[in-house]
């Protein structure tokens, strides 16, 4: 497995659809009370359409992040959302592991103040917001979408 360690968001000219300049990725999860590293270090770039609130972050390969609660997130090449005050919802390409690797749907901080984050993944479960104060790195992983139950069956049946 191989490490990704890129200390800045990088901006890539096709997610600057109005050539107007983009902040990085953790200032914009700041303005929107989220914390900083809900993602990556090692994301490409990602678009954000104000109007609609439609997020969209693009990373190198398939890669997960363990967290200082041990909880770990596993993220797709794309990872859409739509981003609102506190809360990043209708997410696509995250997922967390929950005995197996189950589809995250949204994250919510709610108030300011709040010491939590709720993940949304089949169940909403709080989640320590200080173990994603900062951007991590990120291990590649050589799929997003094979689940441990569908690689165990596969396993059991070639036996």
Request: aromatic fraction near 10%.
């Amino acid at each position: 497995m191989s490490t990704f360690n890129i200390v800045d968001t990088f901006i890539c000219s096709e997610c600057i659809p109005t050539g107007k300049p983009q902040k990085g990725l953790p200032d914009l999860l700041r303005e929107y009370n989220l914390p900083l590293g809900l993602f990556p270090q090692n994301i490409i770039c990602y678009e954000f359409d104000e109007t609609k609130g439609k997020l969209i972050v693009y990373l190198p390969s398939a890669c997960e992040v363990s967290f200082k609660d041990s909880s770990v997130l596993r993220y797709a090449t794309r990872v859409k959302g739509v981003l609102t005050r506190g809360k990043l919802s209708a997410i696509e390409g995250m997922k967390t592991k929950v005995l197996v690797w189950v589809k995250v749907t949204s994250v919510t901080v709610e108030g300011y103040k709040s010491d939590k984050i709720w993940v949304t993944a089949g169940v909403k479960k709080s989640r320590p917001k200080d173990a994603y104060d900062t951007p991590r790195d990120a291990i590649r992983v050589s799929e997003f979408w094979v689940s441990d139950i569908n690689h165990r069956c596969r396993s059991i049946s070639m036996e």
